[in-house]
């Protein structure tokens, strides 16, 4: 959450406090802050459970492979989900950005969109945490380059905010 946090500060002083440009830019701000977070998220949390031998413990359970799997997205999305609330209120005070204001359109768009990057996110974290690379970078950008849907995502929260000012090009 810190991250993500951060990486919304260095955005807002990047494209400026009070500019049209920066409030055209919050939606992807926000975009970007939450799947990075995410990403770091999901991987030291399944860094964790391997390092401590949870992981392994986990999985020799009795329950199903896609209950483990529907609890880890669960998680993952009540993370994500807190850390858009926090993210939100700051995304418009520091991007003059009317999310707020239009949070009944936002809302349901935040809440599909973060359930299938938490879903895409644990698959694509369980599949990464026994290898060598779960510390690098390079899945991180492979996972939001090949996740088209971010386009989408993107695009509707552009809409949902612009629309009270009629200059929504998604």
């Known amino acids: 959450a810190l991250f993500a946090l ?9 494209f400026g406090l009070n500019t049209a440009a920066g409030r055209d830019a919050a939606p992807g701000v926000l975009w970007i802050a939450v799947a990075f977070g995410g990403i770091l998220a999901l991987n030291r949390t399944f860094l964790r459970e391997r390092d401590l031998g949870v992981f392994t413990a986990v999985l020799m359970s009795p329950l199903p492979r896609s209950a483990l799997f529907l609890g880890k997205t669960l998680g993952a999305l009540a993370f994500l989900l807190a850390v858009e609330a926090i ?10 950005a009317p ?7 936002l809302a349901p768009i935040l809440l599909l969109g973060t359930l299938g990057y938490a ?3 644990t698959l ?3 599949m990464t945490v026994r ?6 970078y390079p899945e991180v950008s492979k996972l939001v380059k090949s996740w088209e849907p971010r386009h989408a995502w993107a695009a509707a929260c552009m809409a949902a ?6 200059n929504c090009q998604a």
């Open 161 to 166: 905010t612009s629309s009270r000012r009629g």
């Open 99 to 105: 999310l707020l204001e239009n949070l009944g359109a």
């Open 119 to 121: 879903a895409a996110g």
């Open 124 to 126: 694509f974290a369980a």
């Open 131 to 136: 290898t060598r690379l779960t510390r690098s």
């Open 6 to 14: 951060l990486t919304v500060v260095l955005a807002a002083f990047a």
């Open 87 to 96: 993210l939100v209120p700051i995304v418009e005070l520091l991007f003059h």
